[in-house]
């Protein structure tokens, strides 16, 4: 159990998961490019021990595989598990009370203990130009805080156990933020911080924030857990570090004393300044808009500090052993928030957010054969109505009936839906409503469409195990390639806008009509590049998914309407990527040339 981040750091090194870098690293684009190659070939986690410009030492990669992370929490994942298990199945206490006595003493840990006097955090005061400064993409706005753990309280109800603890990226330099007196604050929508301040405008004062840095991996961890209601990310932090949340007040703000790092200050009433771009986890850089910002109050850093960090891209990457580990952690918790859901996949390959795949249940008629989706579409409808999962775009759901299923297990389950959908039934659509504020796909900021794939009962179709004959023939469009089975890739002409784009799409849909019936192949993607479409599953999530607004980009060959529902033949997905969209992150080839001083014989990384 680790007291502070430093401890975490010794204990990776004794047991061979870190490696020190000694030469002076710049954080400007050099920094993020190594993390991003020992991440890639799953290496250890880095010690910058010489950051340019910064006296403070900086350490990236310390969940990067989930090995390491198992490692970091070996002493309390288990108690930790039997917590949310017993807050799952409370009754399961009753009837194995000396069982779960070990459970509650753990849970003492979950109390938050409040400190009078000073604390190490506290001993010096610094400026934010005193920070290890890291860009990681090269079109990146400045410098950012990937790792931080945004503190906030409710205005109305006051008190650490009303608090808030998220993960909000912070621009430190940049834009037109006055430096060291002015940060960018990014949340998005469904965020706890959002209600705060929210209220806090309505009461017409200022919300006080803090920015936690460092600690223990538990308090990082903590700030992006998706925690049942009334368990707080505090009393998460501290049942995952072992050890209860330390904490102060100063000045009125609240002081996390086990953090490296804390950052205080306001944010006001509808003041915004532009925030980004910023390169993310959907590989895509999200682009300028306006954002509050915190006026710094005063910085504040302990003695020896860490400085952690991450960076994020395409996955996979650090954040998807979050996802893992997070998975680990909560176990059937979706069980309990959504009855008759076993199963729920936010798809990492495709940024999280835009893609779901889920497993249902269908008890509603058990009295007759079910071979149409009911229940489901119930359950469809609770999924994108809870949290952050209310971001998707695309839910695929289905439930169990001829063999067992596994939603990470993402070819045989795609395969499994499209075997078994009614393309005349079973597609359902959400048109101008939320998406996720990263998402470049839809009509604005937040703004776009969702799916519902739902299908369920006896298998419909062979699907096709390679591309249907003629497909590459058709004028205007070529390379058909078989992606999966019954999904097609096909290349066409670069995206310009959407009236042409539904010109060309009624010409390919005539040329199907004419070809005759696709009926082992139910789904067509439309791309730039179909060989890269069909690489790998991974390129067909990321790029179809991230690349397409479901109302805008969904096409079907002998489509119409019914009583307001959309139906086709053969569905056919407009994945090209188009004017209104997200550049992808791109390194500097100049920086990877840079960094490989590392990793020649003698240096720091020369293993990797």
Same mark, same amino acid.
């Given at each position: 159990?680790?007291?502070?981040?430093?401890d975490c750091?010794?204990?990776l090194?004794?047991?061979?998961?870190l490696i020190?870098i000694r030469?002076?690293?710049?954080?400007y684009?050099e920094?993020?490019a190594?993390?991003?190659?020992?991440?890639e070939a799953?290496?250890?986690a880095?010690?910058?021990e010489?950051?340019?410009?910064?006296?403070?030492?900086a350490?990236?990669n310390?969940?990067?595989t989930i090995e390491?992370?198992?490692?970091i929490f070996?002493?309390?994942?288990?108690s930790?598990q039997?917590?949310?298990?017993l807050r799952?199945?409370?009754?399961?206490?009753?009837?194995n009370?000396?069982?779960?006595?070990?459970?509650?003493?753990?849970?003492?840990?979950?109390l938050p203990k409040?400190t009078?006097?000073?604390?190490?955090?506290?001993?010096?005061?610094i400026?934010?130009s005193?920070?290890?400064l890291?860009?990681?993409?090269?079109m990146?706005?400045?410098?950012?805080?990937?790792?931080p753990?945004?503190y906030?309280?409710d205005?109305?109800?006051p008190?650490?156990?009303?608090s808030?603890?998220?993960m909000?990226?912070v621009?430190?330099?940049g834009?037109?933020?006055e430096?060291? $007196?002015e940060v960018?604050?990014h949340?998005?929508i469904?965020?706890g911080?959002?209600?705060?301040?929210?209220?806090?405008?309505?009461?017409g004062?200022?919300?006080?924030v803090?920015?936690f840095?460092?600690g223990?991996?538990?308090?990082?961890?903590?700030?992006?857990?998706p925690?049942?209601?009334g368990l707080s990310?505090?009393?998460f932090?501290?049942?995952?570090a072992?050890r209860?949340?330390?904490?102060?007040?100063?000045?009125?703000?609240?002081?996390?004393?086990d953090?490296?790092f804390?950052?205080?200050?306001?944010?006001?009433?509808?003041?915004?300044k532009?925030?980004?771009?910023?390169?993310d986890h959907?590989?895509?850089?999200?682009?300028?808009?306006?954002f509050?910002?915190i006026?710094?109050h005063?910085?504040y850093?302990?003695?020896n500090?860490i400085?952690?960090?991450?960076?994020?891209?395409?996955?996979?990457?650090?954040?998807?052993i979050?996802?893992?580990?997070?998975?680990?952690?909560?176990?059937?918790?979706?069980?309990?928030?959504?009855p008759g859901?076993k199963?729920?996949?936010?798809?990492?390959?495709?940024?999280?957010?835009p893609l779901?795949?889920a497993?249902?249940?269908e008890r509603?008629t058990p009295?007759?054969?079910?071979?149409?989706p009911?229940?489901?579409?119930t359950?469809?409808?609770?999924?994108l109505?809870?949290?952050q999962?209310?971001?998707?775009?695309?839910?695929f759901?289905t439930a169990?009936?001829?063999?067992?299923?596994?939603?990470?297990?993402?070819?045989?389950?795609?395969?499994?839906?499209?075997?078994?959908?009614?393309?005349?039934?079973?597609?359902?659509?959400?048109t101008n409503?939320?998406?996720?504020?990263?998402?470049?796909s839809?009509a604005g900021?937040?703004s776009?469409? $969702?799916?519902?794939?739902?299908?369920?009962?006896d298998?419909?179709?062979?699907?096709c195990?390679?591309?249907p004959?003629?497909?590459?023939?058709?004028?205007?469009?070529?390379h058909?390639?078989l992606?999966?089975?019954?999904?097609?890739a096909?290349q066409?002409?670069r995206?310009?806008?959407?009236p042409?784009?539904?010109d060309e799409?009624?010409?390919?849909?005539q040329?199907?009509i004419?070809?005759?019936?696709?009926s082992?192949?139910?789904?067509?993607?439309?791309?730039d590049?179909?060989?890269?479409m069909s690489?790998t599953i991974?390129n067909?999530?990321?790029?179809?998914f991230?690349r397409s607004?479901p109302?805008?980009?969904i096409?079907?060959?002998?489509?119409?309407?019914k009583?307001?529902?959309w139906?086709?033949?053969?569905?056919?997905?407009d994945?090209r990527?188009?004017?209104?969209?997200?550049?992808?992150?791109?390194?500097?080839p100049?920086i990877a040339?840079n960094?490989?001083r590392?990793?020649?014989?003698g240096a720091?990384?020369?293993?990797?």
């Open positions: 159990m680790y007291r502070n981040l430093e750091i010794i204990d090194e004794n047991n061979g998961h020190r030469e002076e690293v710049d954080p684009l920094m993020a190594i993390h991003l190659r020992v991440n799953k290496g250890p880095l010690l910058f010489n950051v340019k410009g910064s006296k403070f030492r350490v990236s310390l969940f990067g390491r992370s198992k490692f070996r002493h309390t994942l288990e930790v039997n917590v949310i298990a799952n199945d409370p009754i399961n206490a009753i009837k009370p000396f069982k779960h006595i070990r459970t509650g003493l753990n849970a003492w840990n979950a409040k009078s006097g000073s604390s190490l955090v506290t001993a010096q005061e400026n934010i005193d920070l290890p890291i860009q990681h993409w090269p990146d706005g400045g410098a950012f805080i990937t790792l753990q945004v906030s309280e205005p109305v109800k008190g650490i156990m009303s808030n603890l998220g909000y990226r621009q430190l330099d834009n037109e933020y430096l060291n $007196k960018g604050l949340y998005q469904h965020r911080i959002g209600v705060h301040q929210d209220k806090a405008n309505k009461q004062i200022p919300l006080k803090s920015c840095v460092g223990p991996p538990a308090h990082t961890l903590s700030a992006i857990m925690l049942p209601e990310e505090i009393a932090a501290g049942l995952l072992g209860r949340f330390h904490y102060s007040y100063l000045e009125g703000f609240c002081i996390s004393n953090a490296d804390v950052i205080t200050g306001e944010l006001h009433s509808y003041e915004t532009p925030e980004g771009p910023f390169g959907l590989g895509y850089y999200s682009l300028t808009h306006p509050p910002y006026k710094v005063k910085v850093a302990k003695p500090a400085w952690p960090f991450t960076v994020v891209g395409r996955p996979p990457q650090e954040d998807t979050f996802g893992e580990l997070i998975h680990e952690l909560t176990g059937d918790a979706i069980k309990q928030e959504i859901v199963e729920v996949h936010a798809v990492d390959a495709a940024g999280v957010h779901l795949f497993i249902g249940s509603y009295y007759q054969r079910v071979n149409q009911s229940e489901i579409l359950l469809a409808n609770r999924i109505g809870t949290g999962l209310s971001l998707a775009k695309y839910l759901i169990e009936e001829h063999r067992p299923l596994d939603t990470h297990d993402e070819v045989d389950f795609l395969t499994y839906i499209l075997e078994r959908i009614d393309l005349h039934r079973d597609i359902h659509f959400y409503t939320t998406i996720d504020t990263l998402d470049y839809g900021l937040n776009g469409s $969702k799916v519902v794939f739902a299908a369920y009962g298998k419909k179709r062979d699907l195990k390679e591309a004959d003629g497909l590459s023939e058709i004028r205007g469009f070529s058909a390639r992606v999966i089975p019954g999904v097609v096909i066409g002409s995206f310009t806008d959407y042409k784009a539904q799409l009624q010409d390919l849909i040329a199907l004419e070809k005759g019936p696709l082992t192949c139910p789904m067509i993607i439309l791309c590049d179909s060989t890269f690489a991974n067909f999530l990321w790029a179809t991230t607004n109302s805008h980009d096409y079907g060959v002998n489509s119409y309407y009583n307001k529902h139906a086709c033949d053969t569905i056919i997905m994945a990527i188009k004017p209104h969209h997200a550049p992808p992150l791109i390194p500097d100049t040339r960094i490989e590392l990793f020649v014989k720091s990384l020369s293993g990797f």
